[in-house]
């Protein structure tokens, strides 16, 4: 599905303050792979997913879905394969705008967008129908405004609005850690039985250990612009937060005390 | 004093179609566009140009295609060249300058005043009935047939995602869109709008001059400002009527100051204070409500007096 090869980044070249954010990546992920990935501050996660997403162009290597080349594809054009939701809730939603404009805009992804209605009857139904089963009640608020809901209302529709047209690839990046732990854990909750329900190939950041091991199907742990640990299947179900904590300071050779890591 | 009423409502419908050109790109765009000082010449220079040449429809036509294509090169600057979107329009600013000079045949002034008999979209009803409220129905027409086309425009797939583009333009890319194009298609279309409204003015008021179009950016804020302090911003059909009464009052307070005796030539001295005010309006309620809830306070714990 997903096949990362050779990939290498670099921040500000050739100046004082290069940055090797990706060393050589290597990653391959099947079908309805539910990917958790972990790792300290500037390990690389963000840069790995903004470069699959497009937002950055690789230094060399390349990244292929689908059998698709896409590496040098502009951002919008991925987009069109790819559902995002980012860490700011503020980043995924047109604030000025209704919950169900909102929805259009991500409903007609990867479709021709013309001068036809926006918004049709059978549109707003289907949107009636998929918020829902959200659970938050933001059915019956349809033409209200996004910049009137919550942090975790706003990450709920985001990743209703990744997931709408059905995407080849969702990428995560810390979509709950601006939240309230109560809601994280409901908007982690929703974010599974999308996966499931749909069968999703999921690259999912997270700072929440427990979280990394909870869901998903197979987990990695970056250092320095490497994955540095892989594991899936049998051996994942065996392991600890503690173990995985341990881990993280001997393949690292980096103290958690002063981390940013949640052991929740 | 009726006729001043009814010229500053005349003028005011008139703006109203630059200032809808100001809304797209201020507010969907989020983006103050300085072409628009330019454009709005560039209407009025085709405009008038055309007049003389016995095509007043056609100068309308024109004027707004025009605009269109100045609009576009100032998108181009800002997204494909990546100036910053203030520079690209006082670029464009500068160079459309000299290019209504020349449309204008090297003159900074085309008159097209009855006495000369060049006819204008208004003139075939001069010495009729409707003489005297011909330019309010033609220019109350054009300014609706906008409003409806803009409306359902806006609510397209495509006017969504234009209008999401500024308000959020990361997640209009992840939702597979290039922003590039949507700001290329809103300046254009905003520039059109401006040079459409020059065009109109140009043949109302009987001329068109090379710096008609000064400070035509700070009245559009201002119409667009005014508009949504007042009549609010809760739909988008009353935010675009928000922005039409919006200009119409900024003709009036216009039309009352001079009235009061103020000089003409402290116009645009005025706009830039109204434009100023009604932009620090949020800041400066602020300050005075939690200025107001200290004093309040503090006589509280001083048990009432000072």
């Known amino acids: ?264 | 004093m009726a006729d001043i009423f009814k010229s500053a409502t005349e003028l005011g419908i008139i703006y109203a179609i630059m200032a809808l050109g100001v809304f797209i790109s201020f507010r969907t765009l989020n983006m103050p566009d300085l072409t628009v000082d330019s454009s709005f010449t560039l209407g009025a220079a085709f405009s008038a140009t055309l007049c003389v040449s016995g095509y007043p429809v056609i100068g309308l036509i024109v004027a707004f295609i025009a605009g269109c294509a100045a609009g576009c090169i100032t998108a181009l600057l800002t997204t494909k060249l990546k100036i910053q979107p203030i520079l690209s329009g006082i670029l464009m600013m500068l160079a459309l300058y000299s290019i209504n000079l020349k449309v204008m045949a090297g003159k900074s002034n085309i008159p097209l005043s009855k006495i000369l008999g060049i006819p204008t979209v208004f003139s075939p009803f001069y010495d009729t009935k409707l003489d005297r409220y011909i330019a309010l129905i033609l220019s109350t027409a054009v300014l609706a047939l906008i409003i409806m086309l803009l409306y359902y425009f806006l609510k397209t797939k495509f006017g969504l995602v234009l209008r999401a583009t500024g308000d959020n333009d990361k997640m209009v890319r992840a939702a597979g869109v290039d922003t590039d194009f949507t700001t290329i298609v809103g300046l254009a279309l905003s520039n059109g709008l401006v040079a459409l409204s020059g065009a109109l003015l140009a043949q109302y008021q009987g001329f068109a001059d090379i710096s008609m179009g000064i400070g035509m950016v700070v009245i559009g804020l201002a119409s667009v400002i005014i508009g949504e302090v007042i009549f609010g911003t809760r739909s988008l059909l009353r935010r675009l009527i928000a922005v039409v009464l919006g200009a119409v009052m900024y003709r009036f307070i216009i039309a009352g100051a001079l009235e009061l005796g103020m000089p003409a030539t402290d116009l645009k001295l005025v706009s830039a204070v109204i434009v100023a005010l009604a932009l620090s309006m949020g800041t400066i309620r602020d300050k005075v409500i939690s200025l107001a809830g200290r004093q309040a306070a503090m006589s509280r714990y001083k048990g009432g007096g000072r």
């Open chain 1, 1 to 264: 599905m997903l096949k990362i090869t050779n990939a290498v980044k670099i921040f500000n070249k050739g100046s004082v303050n290069e940055k090797i954010a990706l060393d050589n990546v290597n990653l391959e992920m099947a079908e309805g792979e539910f990917v958790t990935v972990i790792g300290s501050n500037g390990a690389g996660k963000s840069t790995l997913l903004n470069c699959i997403a497009g937002v950055h162009e690789l230094d060399s290597g390349n990244i292929l879905l689908d059998d698709k080349d896409i590496t040098r594809m502009p951002e919008y054009k991925r987009s069109a394969y790819i559902g995002r939701v980012f860490q700011d809730p503020l980043m995924g939603t047109a604030f000025d705008m209704t919950i169900e404009e909102n929805l259009a805009i991500a409903y007609a992804r990867g479709k021709p967008r013309g001068l036809t209605p926006g918004i049709t009857k059978a549109d707003s139904a289907l949107f009636r129908e998929k918020l829902a089963c959200l659970g938050l009640g933001l059915e019956d608020r349809m033409k209200e405004k996004v910049g009137r809901l919550s942090g975790g209302q706003r990450q709920a529709l985001t990743l209703l609005m990744a997931t709408i047209v059905r995407p080849k690839l969702l990428l995560l990046d810390e979509h709950t850690a601006a939240l309230d732990p109560s809601i994280a854990r409901r908007v982690l909750e929703l974010t599974d039985e999308m996966v499931k329900e749909n069968n999703l190939c999921t690259l999912m950041i997270t700072h929440n250990m427990k979280a990394a091991l909870e869901y998903g199907t197979r987990t990695i742990m970056m250092n320095e612009g490497r994955i540095i640990m892989d594991i899936s299947g049998k051996e994942r179900e065996s392991i600890t937060v503690e173990w995985l904590v341990e881990q993280f300071g001997k393949k690292g050779g980096v103290e958690l005390a002063n981390d940013r890591m949640l052991l929740i």
